[in-house]
Structure formats: C-alpha cells, structure tokens
C-alpha cells in the first residue's frame, strides 16, 4: 500500500528565506506527483506535476524535483513571501490498473512572517 | 470554463439525514473523484469513475454511493448520515491519460452531521 509522508509539519521562517519542503513515498512504481497548495478552509490548487519520467518542474519561485528510486520529491521555494502562507500536499498517482488514483500525504502549514 | 464546481458549500445533517452532494466540470475530463479531508489525516479517497457508466471504490467507501450518468457530473450520495461523516469533501477531475495526470478540484463542501 503507497503511504506518503511529508517532513515537517509545520514550517515557519522569515520573509525573503528559501525553504524546502519534503514530501517521501513507499512505492516507487507511480505514474506522477503532483504538488498542491491550499489555503485554510480553500480548496486545492495545484503548483506543479512532475510526470513519472522528468526530475524536476519549475513554475517562477517554485521547484519540484522527483527521485523516484529513493521515493521522494522536494518543493523548493526562492524568496519566501508573506502570501506563500498556507498548506503545502504532495500527492502521488498510484501505478494500479487505472493509473489515476492519488495518494496525499498530511501536508506541511507553512507561515511566511513578515 | 468553470471549472470542478461543487454544491453546497456548506450542509448540517441530523444523524440518519439522507443527502446529495453535487459535482460538475465542464473539462470534459474522463476521469472524476471525491475525497474528504479530515484533519491530520490529509484527503482519502471515496469513489472514483472513469467514465459514464463506470464507477468503483476508494480507500474510505462505506456509507457513501456514486453515480455517472453523464461524463460532466458525479453526485455524491450519503445514505444515512453519522458524525464519523463529518468532513470537508472535494471533487476532483483529469483527463484519462497514461501520461499525465494533473488533477483539478473544486471549492469543497464543508459537512457537519450532528
């Protein structure tokens, strides 16, 4: 059974830092992970996919890199900004027969203090 | 496009209440889903369809049904609601693809069953 994690749970850091945030799974035979933001009480917006055969995604202050062999994956944020404050999910795309269902790990609050 | 719409946005059931809750996309995505999300334990999947007609269970199915008569919509139905039910719940949708699959999720419905 795919369990996802995420290290920390919770992250607080100056204005201007760049952080990291570590998302690991347990099965290594996905089909992509897709990272997510939500706001408190929000839905889900999706930042970036990493498809199963690519390393890394970037999408302006954000990057996203994959190690499927070590089963584990990093979003990278440059100059953090009071704005970035909210809850960041890793979800892996299980490899079963229809290759679509997610997995989500906990999450990690994230609090940009200005 | 609208997008992953979800209705309502918030409901309050009496335990043993009976309710529908309401998933639209206008994407023309093949693939739809429900998960909840409850805190600490990150969003687990309910129900999950591949296309009209074609619906199968998640990680957390008891005491919840689905229906796809069409590909646009993917109500959810509790059956007679328990405070275990209490949740906020997401609908989410993507394209059928094996090699990308980016998922999109509506706003949530926040349940309380008392």
């Known amino acids: 059974k795919q369990e996802v994690t995420q290290i920390p749970a919770a992250l607080s850091v100056p204005e201007g830092e760049n952080l990291v945030l570590n998302c690991s799974f347990t099965d290594s035979a996905i089909y992509n992970l897709q990272w997510f933001r939500q706001d408190h009480g929000k839905g889900l917006t999706s930042l970036l996919l990493i498809q199963s055969s690519q390393r890394e995604q970037t999408s302006g202050r954000l990057n996203a890199s994959l190690d499927k062999s070590s089963g584990r994956s990093t979003l990278y944020i440059a100059a953090s900004q009071p704005g970035d404050s909210a809850t960041y999910l890793c979800?892996?795309?299980?490899?079963?027969?229809?290759?679509?269902?997610?997995?989500f790990g906990p999450g990690t609050r994230l609090s940009v203090l200005p | 496009n609208a997008g992953v719409t979800q209705t309502p946005k918030f409901q309050v059931l009496k335990t043993g209440q009976s309710m529908t809750l309401q998933c639209a996309q206008d994407m023309n995505h093949e693939y739809m889903s429900w998960y909840r999300q409850d805190p600490g334990m990150g969003l687990r999947l309910i129900h999950y369809s591949v296309g009209a007609g074609i619906t199968d269970q998640g990680e957390v199915p008891n005491g919840y049904n689905v229906s796809r008569s069409t590909t646009e919509d993917f109500p959810l139905r509790l059956l007679s609601a328990a405070p275990s039910q209490t949740s906020v719940y997401f609908c989410a949708s993507s394209y059928s693809t094996r090699t990308s699959y980016e998922q999109y999720f509506g706003p949530g419905t926040r349940l309380t069953v008392t």
């Open positions: 979800a892996v795309a299980r490899g079963d027969n229809y290759g679509q269902n997610f997995v």
